[in-house]
């Protein structure tokens, strides 16, 4: 009976084997030695034959050969019983198989592009730096790397280097931003506005009953016509007085010719904007000193004028 038994277990055995003759014999180029593997054995060789039907394959062979070098290795190391070995090194290789799928022209040459991109560079003067209110500074600026340029407040597009007049009313930091492929560059530059600090005042003195301008004073309008083009924001008002020679109703009409005449002649021959003058007479409402002396009446025939001076 025992030997009856021991031929059947034989025969059982000689059939196992032939019928795992019938499954795959080998994965990766490693033979099995059992009749079934693990399912990552099937899903790796899925991805790497997935891979190499791609249109990536061409773009990145080396990672698929890697993939098949780490299944091969993978199917070794089960055999040994290495079993999560076998599993990360199998997961690795599926995971390049993934990756060379996804291989492309514009992916190759990404890196190699963003390296040619050069940063911007850019750079803005101004001189002087500090000017008085109505005066005008000049704007310089250059750039590298650069496909455009903008300077603000209220300029706008620029060249990518240049140069302009400003007139700035108030201290401005002008902006200069310029940029490039490889991104943005900045660079500013400040203007202080000062008020003039300067004055000037006109004192100019008549003869009885008369408007006209005596030629010494010819020399004092010139100087506040000067004055004048040089602070072109100035206004001034010229103010005609006389004594107390002659009515109130006389005196009002000789104080404001003697103040016109002052005024048109800034206006005329130095070429003065009549915006920026106006004139008023005063009579005898506003004396300077006393009119009881020669010396005191001759001062009170007058026409004076302020021009960017403080009030007293």
């Not at 890196?111 to 500090?130: F, G, H």
């Not at 005008?136 to 790397?145: E, F, H, I, K, P």
């Amino acid at each position: 009976m025992r030997k009856i038994l021991y031929l059947l277990g034989l025969m059982i055995l000689n059939l196992f084997l032939c019928t795992s003759c019938s499954f795959h014999t080998y994965h990766f180029g490693v033979q099995n030695r059992a009749a079934t593997v693990p399912d990552d054995f099937g899903e790796t060789e899925a991805a790497i034959a997935h891979a190499e039907q791609s249109d990536g394959a061409k773009y990145c062979p080396d990672k698929i050969e890697k993939a098949k070098e780490l299944a091969h290795k993978g199917a070794e190391v089960y055999w040994k019983c290495h079993n999560t070995e076998s599993s990360d090194l199998l997961a690795e290789a599926r995971k390049l198989a993934k990756e060379a799928e996804g291989c492309g022209p514009q992916i190759a040459s990404a890196p190699l592009e963003s390296t040619n991109k050069l940063v911007p560079t850019c750079d803005l003067a101004v001189t002087p730096t500090s000017i008085l209110k109505g005066e005008s500074a000049d704007l310089s600026w250059s750039s590298q790397n650069a496909m455009k340029c903008n300077i603000q407040p209220n300029i706008g597009p620029v060249d990518l280097q240049g140069r302009m007049t400003v007139t700035p009313s108030i201290d401005t930091i002008y902006n200069l931003t310029c940029i490039g492929p490889g991104g943005k560059a900045t660079s500013e530059a400040r203007v202080t506005v000062k008020n003039p600090d300067l004055c000037m005042t006109l004192n100019i003195q008549y003869d009885t009953d008369k408007a006209d301008i005596k030629p010494k004073y010819l020399k004092e309008i010139e100087k506040v016509a000067e004055f004048m083009k040089k602070y072109p924001q100035l206004k001034g008002s010229i103010e005609g007085h006389t004594d107390n020679v002659g009515g109130p109703r006389y005196n009002m009409m000789l104080s404001q010719k003697r103040a016109e005449n002052v005024m048109n002649m800034l206006i005329d021959k130095y070429g003065i904007a009549k915006s920026r003058l106006s004139a008023k007479g005063y009579g005898l409402t506003r004396p300077l000193t006393t009119n009881k002396t020669k010396e005191g009446r001759q001062k009170n025939r007058r026409s004076v004028a302020n021009f960017g001076c403080k009030e007293p």
